[in-house]
């Protein structure tokens, strides 16, 4: 198990350097890994790397249907493509493209979705995805990660790589707070650990992971304790974990940066009501469209605060 | 023309008989748009794609992306009678179980190069692959095919930006002009306007040619290899139903399910091209 992280900092790294520099490696490493940007480039970081991998990256202008439609050409003569735009346009936009150019089509993809949910922030409500690891886990035999820290996104670009399939990996693009060390290891279809508790499991992926970590905090003082897993790995999930702690705990509060329908939540109910029926609360974005505004204003208007997770475990009546 | 016509005409008629004959056994299916390709598959299966039937994935091979998917029947034909997979097979066509969907899957036939029929994902896939040999310094030619409906597609055009601005000079599109689309004539629908103006104006190397001619088409791919800085479109002037005057005649002649005067007319054209290339009438 992981040490909680006695303060809740943000590291050093934004995730979009991170992203920048492991494309950066891989594309040096292997000729085959091909990355490619839809006039995000400099949104990414990865203008930054450009005159080093030329032929490795290819700026593909604001047609993301084309796009995810090329990744599949290079993919079908054994490329690795990359793709990157933000996580509403690499999945509302591009949905019938990835489904049957990628998926049906049985290729090879890696695609980042980036600007995840409120951290779109001034973007809004056309660029502000709560539905994207819905769609993406609706796929046949797609892998859906969040990943919650910069550790984790250079882990996770660097083992897809070796992996075939499609696998989408949804990130903010700035700083995260940091989880991990740099030799932590992540496995597909694993969650994480972070802290161990008797009265309520809080399954969380993304930036709500540090918030719940945080509520666990609080809960403690209240006399309730929480183990916090960092379920990155949506699909596939780890089905032992949620029943294990399920079974511990007898009550489980999911919260995600994501529509409570389709992600994260209705993931772990999914898995909890075929396997061990557990009265659970989803925390997270509930029939609504995205808006403008900071992310605090935006975690606060969608509910998606350390308050909103205490909240939803008090409803629970645990004690 | 360096190349030996009888046997393309040849080629031609078995690949339109072989066409006929799947689509009746099925009872129903993409008559006008399978017959229309008949040609310019002639030509290239016959004449100028390097392929091995014996390794539907060799490396070196050039490669075939129908993005105009409803016209698989045609291409299945084509396969077929390159040896890719047992003339039987042909007769699955669409039915329960079959490696031959009616859009083609690449993970169910031997030679298909990629899953299409979602139209205008096809070309972007066929750039895809052009791109790859260019950025790998590979010779290998990648030949598409698009339908003159299929060009109402947004990504069809954001393809072709893509090809011209990459100067994908081994990327070959060919446009099957024939005029009508599922619920009537294009003009009608959304008129395409002039497509040879169209595809010069995104700065592709562009040729239009009479699409039931073997000679123009293979000359006009020798004219776009013999070119190397553009993407080359390829317009064949065709006629939906091509090869059939009866089913050239028919208004409606998308997706046929045939009526009683249909059946006599496509049986009298299969008996007729059969006795054209001295088959047995059975």
Same mark, same amino acid.
């Given at each position: ?34 990355? #490619? ?74 695609? @980042?979705?980036?600007? +995840? ?129 399920? +079974? ?72 | 023309?360096?190349?030996? @016509? ?78 890719? !997979? ?31 029929? +979602? ?44 090809? +011209? ?8 599109? !060919? ?17 395409? #306007? ?78 007729? #091209? ?9």
């Amino acid at each position: 198990m992981i040490q909680t992280p006695q303060s809740y900092e943000f590291d050093k790294i934004e995730m979009r350097q991170v992203y920048a520099n492991t494309i950066l490696e891989l594309a040096k490493n292997n000729s085959n890994v091909i990355a #490619l940007e839809a006039d995000l480039m400099s949104a990414i970081s990865t203008n930054k790397i450009n005159g080093q991998i030329p032929k490795q990256l290819i700026n593909c202008g604001i047609m993301e249907a084309n796009m995810v439609g090329v990744a599949a050409g290079l993919a079908l003569t054994g490329k690795i493509p990359f793709l990157h735009t933000f996580a509403q346009f690499a999945t509302r936009r591009a949905f019938d493209q990835l489904f049957v150019s990628g998926a049906y089509a049985k290729l090879n993809l890696k695609i @980042l979705g980036s600007d +995840s949910g409120v951290t779109a922030e001034h973007n809004g409500g056309t660029h502000m995805a709560f539905e994207d690891l819905g769609l993406v886990r609706l796929i046949p035999n797609s892998h859906v990660f969040e990943v919650s820290d910069g550790t984790m996104l250079g882990y996770m670009l660097r083992k897809v790589e070796k992996e075939y399939g499609i696998h989408y990996i949804r990130t903010i693009r700035k700083n995260a707070v940091k989880l991990y060390d740099e030799n932590e290891v992540f496995e597909t279809g694993k969650g994480k650990v972070l802290r161990e508790g008797g009265d309520v499991s809080l399954i969380a992926s993304g930036i709500m992971v540090a918030e719940s970590l945080k509520a666990a905090d609080l809960l403690h003082k209240m006399g309730i304790d929480a183990t916090v897993i960092d379920m990155y790995s949506i699909k596939p999930i780890d089905i032992d974990l949620i029943v294990k702690y399920a +079974s511990k705990t007898k009550a489980v509060v999911t919260a995600e940066n994501h529509n409570i329908i389709g992600g994260l939540g209705s993931a772990v109910a999914e898995v909890l009501s075929e396997h061990c029926p557990t009265r659970m609360r989803r925390v997270g974005v509930k029939e609504q469209f995205g808006q403008v505004g900071k992310a605090d204003y935006l975690k606060e208007f969608y509910n998606l605060t350390v308050k909103d997770i205490i909240d939803a475990v008090k409803e629970l009546k645990i004690k | 023309m360096n190349t030996n @016509l009888p046997n393309l005409e040849t080629f031609r008629d078995e690949i339109r008989l072989m066409t006929l004959k799947e689509l009746h056994q099925l009872g129903f299916g993409h008559y006008g748009g399978s017959l229309s390709i008949v040609e310019v598959l002639a030509v290239l299966y016959g004449e100028v794609m390097k392929v091995n039937p014996r390794n539907p994935k060799w490396e070196e091979r050039d490669y075939f992306i129908l993005s105009k998917g409803h016209g698989g029947p045609a291409l299945y034909a084509t396969l077929s009678l390159k040896g890719f !997979f047992p003339e039987e097979i042909l007769y699955t066509l669409n039915q329960n179980g079959t490696t031959l969907p009616s859009h083609p899957d690449r993970n169910l036939t031997p030679g298909v190069d990629m899953t299409t029929g +979602s139209l205008g994902q096809g070309i972007s896939a066929a750039v895809g692959v052009a791109l790859s040999h260019k950025l790998s310094d590979k010779g290998n030619y990648t030949f598409s095919l698009v339908g003159d409906g299929e060009l109402n597609e947004g990504q069809c055009w954001e393809a072709f930006q893509f090809a +011209s601005h990459h100067k994908l000079n081994q990327l070959f599109v !060919f446009v099957d002009d024939n005029k009508k689309q599922l619920d009537g004539l294009t003009k009608d629908i959304i008129d395409p #306007l002039d497509f040879e103006e169209k595809f010069k104006a995104f700065g592709f190397y562009t040729i239009k040619v009479d699409g039931s001619s073997l000679k123009q088409i293979y000359e006009a791919i020798e004219k776009g290899k013999a070119q190397n800085d553009k993407p080359v479109a390829i317009i064949l002037d065709t006629v939906k139903g091509q090869g059939v005057p009866y089913l050239e005649e028919k208004e409606n002649n998308h997706h046929i399910r045939p009526n009683q005067e249909d059946e006599t007319a496509i049986l009298a054209a299969i008996t007729q #091209l059969e006795n054209k290339l001295g088959k047995a009438v059975t």
